[in-house]
């Protein structure tokens, strides 16, 4: 019985960290929590993992095949 619980937690768990959440909508948090923050003079970018290079990651979405990357910018 143990085994079977430890195996349906160990699926529901692994489920979980495996939700694609659609990078429109996550980086749309970013940008709430960045503003709510006073953060200003920013941009947010979704590039392909593969691409990400020195940037800044601030998020992971579509699986981890595709970042949100942070810059500042100038105004």
């Known amino acids: 019985m143990k085994r079977v619980a430890l195996t349906v937690l160990l699926l529901s768990v692994s ?5 694609f959440k659609p990078c429109d909508e996550l980086k749309s ?4 929590k960045l503003d709510a923050k006073g ?4 941009a947010l970018d979704v590039v392909a993992a ?5 940037q800044k990651v601030v998020g992971s979405c579509e699986g981890g095949s595709k970042k949100i990357v942070y810059s ?3 105004q």
């Not at 953060?39 to 920013?42: E, F, G, T």
């Not at 593969?50 to 020195?54: H, K, N, R, S």
């Open 15 to 19: 489920t979980a960290s495996f939700a």
């Open 29 to 32: 948090e970013i940008q709430t």
């Open 39 to 42: 953060v200003v003079n920013y």
């Open 50 to 54: 593969a691409d990400v290079g020195e």
């Open 72 to 74: 500042r910018t100038q």
